[in-house]
Structure formats: C-alpha cells, structure tokens
C-alpha cells in the first residue's frame, strides 16, 4: 500500500473551467479539492467510506493481506483538510470472521465494526486497540456461510432500521432461512437485538424445481495442453437433478466419474434465495422482497411485512412474474415506493416491461408501459430531472457494421425519456425526448471504459449531470438542459496524469458539495471538496 | 418387489464371447427426498457392493445380502450432526486387518473412526487437531489418503489456509501434521441489492497431488497454487515428508519480476503484448532420467532447470531460450518419437483494438503458431526445427453470442423425451468397459466392444486432423458451434447403422431418469442404477443386476 496526499487543486490536478459563465453561475467554490492517491495491490476491490471516528468526515477503509500479518482491516482517516493519514490505522481480522459490515452501537463517536462470523455477529469498535474489552456479541446466528477466506473479508453495508423505529435492525441469511434480530436497545452502551422471525424464502416449489432443475449449460473450451494440442470445443451439456449424485469408492467406476480427473478433495455450495428490504407500501417500516416458485413452477415475487412469528408464514402479497431474464426493483416513479421492471430478450434485441407498485402490490399480467432497444448492454437508469420529475436514462450500444469497417468503432446510445404526464397509463413518454450518439473507435477509446451516468449532481445545484470519462481518460460532466437534452460541451472536467476507469460520486464530509472516488489501473483517487 | 428380465438378445453371433443369455434382477426402491447422494462401495469386501446414502446429518449403509438389497431393514445409520455440531466430513478407510471404516471429522477436529465389526460400528477416536475448514452440513470429503504409500492412512484435513497433512504409522501414531499451503477456493456473497442473485457460499478444495518427482518410486507431494510451486520430496530412509519443501518457485517473485499489469500501459495496437507478463511452470521429465525437471516460462523466455534426486537445481538454468513476438503457452510433447519430449512454444499474432472492432461485426481469423524445439539428449535445439501454424477462424462475435445462446434454448427447452444417456461399461468379460449402454425413451440398449476404437484418449492434435506431413491447419468455429445443436455423442458414433446386443425396456420409470453404471454384485459385470424424477417425498429408483 501506498498513499500520496496533495493538499489543494494544484500541481497535477486542475479544475478546468470549460464555460466560465456556467460554473460562475453553478459553482459553490468546489474548484478545490484535496486530493488523495492510494496504491494498493488489489486496486479493484473493495474500498469503503465510514466515519469511523466521529468527526463527520468519511474515512477510507479496505481489507488488506500479506502471508505475514495475515489479514488485516486498513482504516485511512480523513483528516480536516480533506486529506487522508498516509500511514492506515491496522485492525487485525481475527480468522473466524467472514463479513465486516458497519453501525453505530455505541456511544463512543463514529462507526463500529460489526463483525460477522460462523455462528454469530458481534461489534468491535476501531478506536479500541484489540479485541479484548471491546468484541461484543450482538446475536448468535448460524451464518449461511461458514468459511472465512484466508486473504478477503466480504464487507457488507451498514446496517439499517428495518422497522421504522429509528434504530438499525439485522436480517442475516442462515441455512433454514434468515433471522431478523430487531434492535432492542435500552442501554445506549451496550447494543441489544432480539430474533423476531425467521423467514425462509425457500418454497417446496423452489426446492423441487432446483432439484429437477434440466437447463442447459454452454461449456466452451480452447486450450493448449500437451496430451491434446489444440483442442477447440462447444458443447451445450444439459443437467440432470441427479448429476454427480451417484459416486464410488474407490473412485472412477462409472463413465461419469472417469471423465472428471481432476476431482477436488471437497466440493460444496450452499445458498439461498436473496431477500431484499425495501419500501414497497406506505406502512411504517420496510418490507421484505424474494423471488421462488409458485404452483405453476413460475417465478414469483413475494412481498411481506413484518409481524412477529405468530403469523411468519403469511405473505401481504405474491405475484407470478412474466418471463424475464432480469427483474430489478427501482423506484420508477420517485414516489418513494420501490416499483419493478424487467428486460428480456437477447443479443441486441431486448424489451424493457415496466411495473408500477400499485400501493403494495404489482399487476403482471399488464405492464405499465414497454419499451423496446436494438442494442447490446441494454440499461435503464431513472434519475430526477431538474425540477424533480422521474426521467428514464436508457443507455445501449450498436455496432453498425458499416462504421466498424470503415471506422472500426462502435456507437454508445444514450436516451431520456421524460416523465409522462400526458397518458396517465404510460410511466415515461412514448418516444426519448433526447438522444445522444457518440462513436468509439481507437483513438478515443478510454472513453468506453464506463457508461455516462445521470445519477449524481457533480456541482451540487440540484439537478444531475451528465458525468462521462473522456476520450483522453479524465473525468467530465456536462449539464442536463432544462428541455433534458445533454448539453453538447462539459461544463466542467478533472484532468490527472492517470486515466480514470471508474468513477463513484458520494458525500465524504458534512458539506453540500460532491466528493469522487476515482478508480485507476492501479491506484485509486480519492478527491474531497474544500469549501 | 423382485422380477427378473430376459433381455432379448437380439445380435450376438459377431460376439461369441459376449454372455449368450443376459440376465437382470430388477428391483425398484424409494430413498427419502432428503437423500443428498449415494456412494457405491464394497464397504465389507463380500463381493458385493454397499450403498452409503447421505443425509442432511446421518449416513445410511445400505446392505447387499446375496447381492440383493432390503432398503427397509438392511441398513445401519451413522448419526454424525446434531444442534451442537452442525458441519463434519466423512470418508471410508480400512485398517491392516481389512476392518472397515466411516471416518468422520468433525467440527471440532475430532476424527473419529465408525469400525464395522461385521455387525455393527464401534466409534473410537483417532486424532484432535486444529479446528477444521469445512462448509456447514455433512460433507463427502476424500481426505483418508496413503500419503507416503506405507499402507498406513494418512489424513488431508482442510484447515484455515491449507492442508493439516497428518501421517501416521502402523501404530496409529501421528508425526507433527506438515501445513499445506493448498488453496482452499471460497466464494462468499452474502448482501447483494440485486433479488435475482442468491446469498451464500461455495467452497472448492483441490486434491492433493501425489507423484514420483525425483525417481525414488516413492510419492512426493506437489503443491501447485496461484502464489507458489512446492515439492515436498518424500524421504525414504526416514519414511517421511520433509517439514518445509524441498523447493518452492515464488509465482509472486516471477510476476514482480515481469512487471504489473496496468492496463494505463496497454498497448492498443497489440493488446496480445500482454502475454509478455504471463508465466507458467512445468514440472516434466525432460532429459530422460525420470527426474522431473522444470521448465519456467516468463514471457517470451524460457528456462529449464534440471531435476535431481533431492530437488531442483535452481541457482542456473540449464538452458535459456528466448522467443520474439507474443507467446501464448508451451508444452512438453514428443514430436519425432525419440522418446525425449520436445518443447512446443505457441505464439500468437499481435491483436489490436481495430482488430476487435471488426470482428464484432465481421468474422474474422487469428493465426496461431507453434515452433517446435527439438530435445537433443535432454537440451532443446537452439532454433526450431518445425513450424505449425493453426488459422482459426470465427464469425462475428456479436453473431458468436447470439448462436450460443440459441443453442442453450434449444437444448434447455427440449423436452424429457430427449432425455438421451451413453455410458461406457464393461458387459463382458474382457476387463475392459469397452461396451456401450445407451440410455433413451425408457430403453436401455447395450452395444458390446463398441468402444475398442474409442480406448484410447483424444490422440494428440487431433482436432484438427494432425500428421507429421502437414503443416498448416484450420478450425473453422462457425462449423463447431453450427453442429451444437445437432450433436451426437461421440461415444455413439460406432453404433451407427448396428443393432443393439441387448435391449432392456424398463416401464416403471419416467423417461426422465438417470442411469449409472456400477459394479455391485460379483459377476464382474457393471450393473446399472437408475433414479428417477423427484415426487415430494421420495427418489424412485431401479438397480438392475446382472446374473451371470
């Protein structure tokens, strides 16, 4: 690890003020960031952002090994000037422990740790040396994983209320299903939770389905070895409930196993349907979210409130989804209720169907609205347009194939489509308001390294931007014009001497203005706005 | 219930030594849904074999009795989990009087040893050690292994970050465990915002590789991981393993030394120029002694260090050979059948971003190239004596896509009458599972030698029609993915146009079933087990059991 910090926007960083006249009108002195540059060997995972001291300023914290010291929590904290401690704070992950997720427990300022291990999760507080004196059990849960890896740690996001009671609550995925431990603290010094239900998302549906389960998998090999030479091989294979069910001992009777050479000392997988904890009706509180099979073998989603285990088994509501290779829960309509929509298709045709939460429930027979794209990588994204209004981001790309002969490039198509308010029936205007096409080829091909998102307000004035990495690598926005067209110059752009290949725009202090994460080859830029 | 089928045996006079009259015992079962898998193994060394089914906490050994089966009173349960212990692994061991065994671990480190006495398991415990890495549940893992070939079982148990090798001696006595740096692969998800995406854990652990390295003929012990290549050599005058390894290459060391991939530096007129940072490191024999030697590739430059009976001779090469342009992979194969393994350098053309572009669109071809060094008595000829250049050529890649998905369609959705089997068995009485049983619309047809042709492996190169004689060589991807859709199994090529020798129409099972192929009775002739779709309670199955 190695980090390098500069103090202002000087030297190799520069804020470049494309149009004057905007930024005067827009800016609120963010030409200055303290700018901060991490080298780590595993660049491109996980980089956490936590205040961990409680001083109201995001620190920086990520896993780290090395056949040494084993591993270790590495906490860089951000210091005043926006900068960050060069040397990290070490916190040694004892090897029982799995996750590491964040919460405020105890009264002692900033985050803890929580730390989720085989059998059940605990805090520890960063600013306490050591675990003695300071591991605390929170529950005792038999966690759905139960191996540690010996050089990651899986991080989790910060534990949140469930129960609309303003204090943060747990829902852990277990083998028979997941717990969720309702907070129920007293004593502001010592953290307690109580198992209030154990909800399993597993139907007899599901479990026949995956046991029966007969789809078909695309095994594609080109290898050179020195029994084979060259072999280049297709095959599609499709499964049986019973592969692999039936072995010897001593090994390799049957053709099935004599195929398989290499076999591993131990193979297992154990995993459960995901539960996801959202707003879906207008009742205090979240409800809990999951996917499994009706009596028709269709996939389901399934909604369903929190009650105590006196009525576990009941469901607010379950609905057969159509087909779809994709379900994503969104809030569509910013009405602050998690609404759903599906893609379907493949190759470069592909059919959007939208679904409005109607108040704790979906209508699947009927969507709410389709769109259909000719493109690959097809993403729907829906941010608030300048006056607050949900507008729909779709983004894809084509290949026409004559610009890749004779340009050798590709096109990104980028389409908003404004909030409908004409047709009540239809979430988003029939046709996209604006279309934007840009063309990648070799020279500007650094721009392809991630899409232009619409997600974060760079300047904040309120309304999003446009923010894109530039043919030359750097980061730049431009504005999203009142009539929701792109504007076609940035207003604003951040020049380093490394190409940024990812970008993440978050709050890493207590002021009204934008920070960055900025993700190179091998080094990370963390910048922080100054007043 | 119990019948007994008379397979017509339709064509059999090419097959004089083929039984004239082929005869199965059909018994139909039902196992529990909650059967998690079955292990076939002569567990008493009767002659028959036993059915081991695992359960969510217990084992269940089903007995053969004169070769039949009572799957409702002839079985013993092993109840391994409880509250208290919720994961162990299990496996099978015998003891120098032949005893049989379960040995179960737990979690908690304990081994215990189930030895059946011929009427029942007595439970004794055999070794404490370090709490164990093993995923929740009971596990089949094969860690009862003679590691140092003394007869005595040994014991691989997966600890946090490697391998506890425990060997013991005919006392039962354990030396100090030597810590294995084998990887254990885990793979964790456990929050994701996504609801199609499941939460959880798979955890893969590689099996321990047990070879001859040093021409002692005694097994030694390689481990072959991302960061390092260790051999333990075994030392046979101390009938043991050495604490530490005998040698190690530092993969980190070789990758430091080639230089990070930073794709800020990534040529886009070559992106192949990236191979210059690959490496690879290939333990053989190359100079004909039967000591291993190593061949290290770093890029485009090639090292081999030569084996000696005690470890490699790592401080200089034997030999350095360096190759230009973007080497892709090496091998060690004999070309010229001398009998010495001449090495197999490939390279590939440069590739570009244009390149890709294109090929998104249009189809395209990349050469590939390999030269070949010749081996002269143990070193490689300083420049290649042969050249061969494999063209493979693809359609457009957005169309490469399309066509697989398309393909998994059409398979995935196809229907249970589909259901199509062949397996490679011994039928007759030849030693050799040259007979084929091909599995479909609820009929079993038997092909005997069939496979003569088909014994030995995929010959070298033959992909692409290899001779001595010829050069030059294509593989056209468009005709390989074409023919997913319609193909046939290789195994059934030589029945083209054949009668069966046997057919077996079986009525009592879906078309859905699967069919293995076993040894259970003592006849030396596979039998067959066929488990049927899942109702919600019970696994149909049918053993058919051949009567001599």
Known sequence: MKAKTSGNAGNSVRLTLLLAGSVAANSHGQDNFAQFELEREENWSPLISEDMNGDRLKDLVYSHYSETGGRELYIHYQQPDGTFQTTPNRIEIKREIIGIGFAELRTTPGMELVLYANTGVFSLSSSIEGYSNNLRPLVRWDLIANIPDIKTVEFLPPLEDINGDNKVDMLLPGVNGYGLFLNTTIDDEKSSFALEDVISPVNDNLLSARRNNRGAELNGRLSLNAKEGIVVDVAVKRSHPFDGFLTTWPRAISEEILQEENQPLLENESWVPNIVIGNFDNSVGNELAYLNLDNEARSQLNLRSLRTQTSADELDWAGALPEGDDLTLVDLDLDGLLDTFLLEGSGDSWEAKLYRNRGGYFNFKVPDQIMRFSGYDVRLKVFPAPLGDPTLNVSYYTIPVVEAIRNTSVTRVNLIYENNIVDDALLFGRKPISRQEENFGVENIRGLAEQLSLDFDIDGDGANDAIYITENGTLAAKKVQSDLTIAEDPFWEYILPKTVFEFKVLKLNDDEIPDLILRHGTSTTVLVSRP | MRKIIICSVIAFTNYLDAAAELIFTEQPFQLPRAVQGITVTDFNADGSAELIAQFPSNLRIFFANNSEYDFDKNFIDIFVLSESQQSAAWDISYDHNNNPAIVVLNSKGQLNRWVYDGARFNEELILAS?????????????????????????????????????????????????????????????????????????????????????????????????????????????????????????????????????????????????????????????????????????????????????????????????????????????????????????????????????????????????????????????????????????????????????????????????????????????????????????????????????????????????????????????????????????????????????????????????IFAVRLNSDNHDDFILLDALSDQWIDGVLLLSNE
Do not use: C, M
């Open chain 2, 130 to 514: 370090l709490t164990p890495s093993i995923p929740r549940g009971l596990n089949r893992l094969n860690f009862v292994i003679d590691a140092n070939n003394d007869e005595n079982n040994d014991y691989a148990i997966p600890q946090f970050g490697g391998i506890g090798l425990f060997i013991s001696d005919q006392r039962g006595q354990f030396t100090n465990p030597i810590s294995l740096n084998s990887e254990i692969e885990v793979n964790t998800l456990l929050f994701s915002n996504n609801p199609v995406r499941d939460l959880g854990q798979k955890t893969r652990i590689p099996e321990l590789q047990l070879r001859d390295v040093n021409a002692d003929n005694e097994l030694d012990l390689i481990i072959d991981t991302e960061e390092r290549l260790e051999a333990y050599i075994f030392d046979g005058s101390k009938k043991a393993f050495p604490d530490t390894p005998n040698y190690l290459i530092d993969k980190n060391e070789i990758e430091a030394r080639l230089g990070e991939f930073d794709i800020e530096n990534v040529d886009f007129s070559n992106l192949t120029g990236v191979l210059a940072l690959t490496h690879e490191e290939i333990l053989e024999d190359i100079n004909g002694d039967g000591i291993e030697d190593l061949l290290l590739r770093e890029g485009g430059k090639v090292s081999i260090f030569e084996g000696h009976s005690e470890g490699l001779k790592l401080d200089t090469p034997k030999q350095i050979l360096r190759s230009g342009g973007n080497v892709l992979s090496t091998f060690l194969h004999d070309e010229n059948n001398d009998g010495y393994k001449d090495l197999w350098l490939w390279r590939v053309e440069p590739i570009s971003v244009s390149d890709i572009f294109v090929w998104l669109a249009l189809s395209g071809r990349i050469d590939l190239e390999a030269f070949i060094y010749t081996n002269q008595n143990g070193n490689f000829a300083r420049r290649p004596a042969r050249k061969i250049t494999v063209s493979l050529k693809f359609p457009p890649v957005t169309r490469l896509a399309s066509s697989f998905n398309q393909a998994r369609e059409s398979i995935r959705t196809a229907t249970d009458r589909d259901n199509e089997q062949t397996l490679r068995i011994n039928r007759n009485s030849n030693q050799l599972a040259d007979d084929l049983a091909h599995y479909a619309g609820g009929k079993i047809e038997i092909f005997l030698d069939n496979l003569k042709e088909e014994d030995k492996d995929a010959s070298f190169l033959s992909s692409v029609g290899y001779t001595s004689e010829q050069d030059v060589y294509e593989i056209d991807l468009r005709s390989v993915i074409d023919g997913i859709e319609n193909q046939i199994d290789p195994l059934l090529k030589n029945t083209h146009g054949k009668k069966a020798d046997t057919v077996i129409q079986l009525n009592n099972l879906s078309q859905n079933a699967k």
